[in-house]
């Protein structure tokens, strides 16, 4: 494929999403039954993708999903909840996470060096609107490139499945900071992706440019509530204007 239609052909998925976009509503979750209804999805995918033991996975809506350092978010299409994904803000002050849970000697190879990271977890999504649209799974990581902006952190770290490593490193131009390990729960081995913020916002504003934000989005995902005069029910992306004005 040469570059024009190459071009051609980023122009006409990122079109693509952007039309999807404009269905899409986030949310913060953070009452008892939107936590209910994201327990049910995580069950549902869980099951649907077999790569779960959840006879040993334990609680599918656990302390982390309530603690001050992650941020579950929904992802609604036409009002229905159709992914969610659970974000960690990890600093060296809070070293709390899957990454540093499963890979504890990456994570703290970083964390020492004085560094922090956004750590995205519990992927799940709808099985049957992951086949309706594929795109899904792009637009559920977006809003841990929200994060890794809000929060000003220097790199994004992700626990995924051995086979899903190379969708990291050409979405996100990520390298494999540790190879596929056995974890107790994963009926399959995981590894750990990598990448500096600063090289993903750059590869992320020109490959994919709905991944975009404007400040006043990432600021009802993720500031504190008592902080926002009227916190918001649904976020609506702002990829759009983010990029009309360059932002």
């Known amino acids: 494929m040469n570059a024009i239609n190459t071009k051609g052909t980023m122009a006409a998925f990122s079109s693509s999403i952007f039309s999807l976009l404009e269905r899409v509503e986030y949310r913060r979750i953070q009452t008892t039954e939107d936590f209910l209804a994201v327990g049910e999805l995580r069950k549902v995918s869980y099951q649907s993708k077999q790569f779960i033991d959840l006879s040993s996975f334990g609680a599918l809506i656990d302390d982390e999903d309530y603690s001050g350092h992650s941020y579950v978010v929904g992802v609604y299409v036409d009002e229905q909840l159709v992914s969610t994904i659970r974000l960690h803000l990890v600093t060296p002050d809070d070293r709390n996470g899957p990454t540093f849970e ?11 060096a004085g560094y922090s990271y956004i750590d995205p977890s519990r992927f799940a999504s709808d099985p049957l609107i992951l086949w309706q649209y594929p795109t899904i799974p792009l637009l559920t990581l977006r809003p841990a490139a929200m994060a890794s902006i809000y929060f000003n952190v220097d790199h994004c770290l992700s626990c995924v499945r051995a086979d899903s490593t190379s969708f990291y490193k050409r ?36 490959r994919f440019p709905f991944f975009k934000s404007q400040p006043y989005e990432q600021r009802m995902m993720f500031g504190k509530i008592e902080d926002l005069a009227y916190p918001p029910l649904n976020i609506l992306p702002s990829a759009k204007y983010a990029n009309q004005t360059g932002s």
């Open 171 to 206: 979405s996100f131009g990520s390298s494999e900071l540790a190879s596929a390990r056995d974890i107790e729960g994963f009926t399959v081995p995981l590894a750990v992706m990598g990448a500096k913020i600063a090289d993903i916002r750059e590869r992320l504003e020109t």
């Open 102 to 112: 499963y890979f504890p000697d990456v994570a703290n190879k970083i964390l020492d």
